[in-house]
């Protein structure tokens, strides 16, 4: 079993739909949570980042934390075509002194196709 | 200023053949990481090097993967006697400092034969 669990969709929605992008996770030593973007043939960007549990908003993106049962969501509102990518949740663990450690874990990715 | 940059953006060798890729990190950035990213697949950690310490090297697959840092600039992963399962995209990160954001470059397409 995987560390992280993400379904690869693919997810079609037309524009204007709110998309709900979720990951499990198996290890509780993950406190640190983060959702990045990833167009194609591009490297990783970072949209959302995450300590322990609780919500995030920034500006249509929603981040949320339910470490009770390890599953962690990123809402899109007024999805946009420009948003079609692939979303990519990852998280890592926290060292002795409070800082996360470096190493992330990512989820398979969800590729999202918003279309006019 | 400019993001991180690896080289070449595309490689395509012969079964069997040892290939070196290349990264840049952003200036000042004390931390480098690499990935492989498998096709449809997320990213596979592979190493992870903060300043003068001994590098995180638990995502290795095989002796045949290795990488090294100059100081706190470039880095290079070495595949020795290159698979066809080595096929995948190469995708390196930097951040300040160890568990800080972490900003990718655009990767490393590789592709064995």
């Known amino acids: 079993q995987k560390e992280v669990e993400q379904d690869p969709g693919p997810l079609s929605v037309p524009e204007g739909a709110i998309v709900s992008l979720n990951c499990t996770y198996s290890?509780?030593?993950?406190?640190?949570f983060m959702w990045y973007r990833q167009y194609s043939r591009k490297g990783p960007e970072l949209l959302m980042y995450?300590?322990?549990?609780g919500n995030k908003e920034d500006g249509r993106f929603t981040a949320q934390v339910d470490k009770s049962s390890k599953y962690i969501s990123l809402f899109i509102r007024d999805s946009q075509p420009s948003d079609s990518a692939t979303y990519l949740c990852?998280?890592?663990?926290?060292?002795?002194?409070?800082?996360?450690?470096?190493?992330?874990?990512f989820g398979q990715g969800t590729i999202l196709t918003v279309h006019p | 200023g400019a993001g991180v940059s690896q080289s070449p953006s595309n490689k395509v060798t012969e079964k069997g053949k040892d290939v070196e890729l290349r990264c840049d990190p952003i200036?000042?950035?004390?931390?480098l990481y690499w990935y492989r990213q498998r096709l449809g697949q997320g990213l596979e950690f592979l190493i992870y090097?903060?300043?003068?310490?001994?590098?995180?090297k638990s995502g290795l697959p095989s002796d045949r993967f290795s990488a090294e840092r100059t100081g706190e600039s470039v880095s290079t992963l070495t595949i020795q006697r290159t698979q066809q399962e080595d096929s995948a995209v190469y995708l390196c990160?930097?951040?300040?400092?160890?568990?800080?954001?972490?900003?990718f470059g655009p990767g490393t397409r590789l592709t064995v034969l």
């Open positions: 990160a930097s951040s300040l400092k160890g568990g800080d954001t972490q900003y």
């Open positions: 290890n509780s030593a993950f406190q640190y």
């Open positions: 995450t300590y322990s549990s």
């Open positions: 990852a998280m890592s663990g926290r060292r002795v002194g409070g800082t996360s450690y470096g190493k992330l874990t």
């Open positions: 200036s000042g950035h004390t931390a």
């Open positions: 090097f903060q300043g003068n310490s001994a590098p995180d």
